[in-house]
């Protein structure tokens, strides 16, 4: 593998915002392209939200249009986090995930842990209008699933019900299933979120499982019937945060893979003595039950140190499952190092990362801070080229201020 280029994708509007920045391919054929650009000032909150089209791959882009995103309500501040765009593969359709929710006091942590769930957009146009706007409920009696318990173990004002960073992209199984990897927040005896692991946060992971209305009962339906899987859920006294962001992608043998972050520190772990380890489950029925997570290891059997940190797994049209994340020859400290980004393929018998295939997208440079963070990226496969290309921004602290870059990696 080779970095071919890394450029500049949208610049920060100055010192305090960070700039993100995504392009995906918003039909099932062809060059059609999304810009994504936001715009944060503080940590999980977003400012706006805008995007531009494109009919060449990227080459040009339309000017940017805004998205709702952000509204004062009388029950507080509503707040919404738009995913990438996923294209169905074999009908095509173009569908978007979204994190909704109002939160009272406009917090991000104490507020969204309790007060988010999920929405699903459906378009024929490539995102550009939307045929279905449904929020996520788990199909079931209308007496026991509804906007205020969507799903099974979630309570809105209780508990959350969120996606991860852009990592926790959705796949289409080859018996059909739309598999959407989700968190949520446990709650204790008195239905109220609990964190056992006395980290920043605590979930357990689960994932949605959709089937297209019509492909099951022959009319035109563009909406989907979600189910849920089984919980996968960690041990907080080896994750202080539990089982968070998940990630897929299925192989030829029909197994499943879920890559997660996990996190040691907080307030049980001052010290950050737990191993901060990258951890991975397999499902074996198309996303119904999962495994018990271990940590996640190289190809060799040796588990290797992670932060706090978003990944990703990523199918590529040359037969192989890439896993990008961030890897560290020392024992993190919760989010920290968030460098280097690496690159590498997953072996696709045991599942596990080929040690000898690894390679640094971008690390910090010696003149800049270590507490500069590379993560929150998207990845996909130039349809062109075959290059990855990884949108990532660099952040840099304290003074929160970051680019978003496009990186072009030729595996």
């Known amino acids: 593998m080779h970095l071919t280029s890394k450029t500049v994708l949208c610049e920060t509007p100055g010192s305090g915002s960070s700039v993100y920045a995504e392009t995906f391919y918003n039909t099932h054929a062809g060059v059609a392209k999304t810009l994504r650009r936001s715009i944060e000032t503080r940590s999980d909150l977003f400012d706006s939200t805008e995007e531009a089209f494109s009919a060449d791959n990227g080459k040009t882009w339309s000017p940017f249009e805004q998205r709702r995103i952000v509204d004062r309500t009388d029950k507080g501040m509503y707040r919404l986090t738009i995913m990438p765009g996923w294209v169905d593969p074999v009908n095509g359709?173009?569908?978007?995930?979204?994190?909704?929710?109002?939160?009272?006091?406009?917090?991000?942590?104490?507020?969204?842990?309790?007060?988010?769930?999920?929405?699903?957009?459906?378009?024929?146009?490539?995102?550009?209008?939307?045929?279905?706007?449904?929020?996520?409920?788990?199909?079931?009696?209308?007496?026991?699933?509804?906007?205020?318990?969507?799903?099974?173990?979630?309570?809105?004002?209780?508990?959350?019900?969120?996606?991860?960073?852009?990592?926790?992209?959705?796949?289409?199984?080859?018996?059909?299933?739309?598999?959407?990897?989700?968190?949520?927040?446990?709650?204790?005896?008195?239905?109220?979120?609990?964190?056992?692991?006395?980290?920043?946060?605590?979930?357990?992971?689960?994932?949605?499982?959709?089937?297209?209305?019509?492909?099951?009962?022959?009319?035109?339906?563009?909406?989907?019937?979600?189910?849920?899987?089984?919980?996968?859920?960690?041990?907080?006294?080896?994750?202080?945060?539990?089982?968070?962001?998940?990630?897929?992608?299925?192989?030829?043998?029909?197994?499943?893979?879920?890559?997660?972050?996990?996190?040691?520190?907080?307030?049980?772990?001052?010290?950050?003595?737990?191993?901060?380890?990258?951890?991975?489950?397999?499902?074996?029925?198309?996303?119904?039950?999962?495994?018990?997570?271990?940590?996640?290891?190289?190809?060799?059997?040796?588990?290797?140190?992670?932060?706090?940190?978003?990944?990703?797994?990523l199918r590529h049209s040359n037969g192989n499952v890439y896993w990008i994340g961030n890897i560290s020859p020392i024992n993190c400290r919760a989010n920290s190092p968030r460098y280097p980004i690496v690159i590498g393929r997953v072996e696709p018998t045991g599942l596990r990362l080929i040690r000898d295939s690894i390679f640094v997208i971008d690390d910090k440079k010696p003149d800049e801070s270590p507490s500069m963070m590379l993560s929150n990226f998207y990845a996909h496969e130039d349809r062109i080229t075959g290059e990855i290309i990884v949108n990532m921004s660099r952040f840099m602290l304290p003074d929160w201020i970051a680019n978003a870059y496009e990186y072009r990696v030729q595996p």
Request: hydrophobic share 30%; glycine share 12%; aromatic share 10%.
């Open 93 to 313: 359709r173009f569908l978007n995930m979204l994190v909704e929710g109002i939160l009272p006091a406009d917090d991000a942590l104490a507020d969204g842990m309790r007060n988010y769930y999920l929405r699903y957009r459906v378009s024929l146009d490539g995102g550009r209008t939307f045929s279905v706007d449904n929020p996520c409920i788990q199909h079931g009696p209308p007496e026991k699933f509804d906007a205020a318990h969507p799903f099974e173990g979630v309570t809105v004002g209780k508990n959350s019900m969120m996606l991860g960073d852009r990592g926790s992209e959705t796949i289409r199984t080859r018996g059909g299933r739309v598999l959407v990897p989700a968190q949520v927040c446990p709650v204790g005896p008195d239905g109220e979120y609990i964190n056992p692991g006395g980290g920043y946060t605590y979930h357990d992971a689960a994932v949605l499982i959709g089937k297209w209305n019509d492909e099951s009962a022959g009319a035109k339906d563009l909406r989907i019937t979600w189910g849920l899987s089984s919980y996968i859920k960690g041990d907080p006294t080896r994750s202080t945060r539990g089982c968070v962001e998940p990630t897929l992608a299925q192989f030829p043998d029909g197994r499943i893979l879920m890559i997660l972050r996990g996190s040691n520190g907080g307030s049980k772990d001052p010290d950050h003595a737990i191993p901060s380890y990258r951890w991975c489950t397999v499902s074996r029925d198309e996303g119904s039950t999962w495994a018990p997570v271990e940590p996640w290891t190289f190809d060799d059997g040796t588990p290797f140190y992670s932060p706090s940190s978003m990944s990703m797994l």
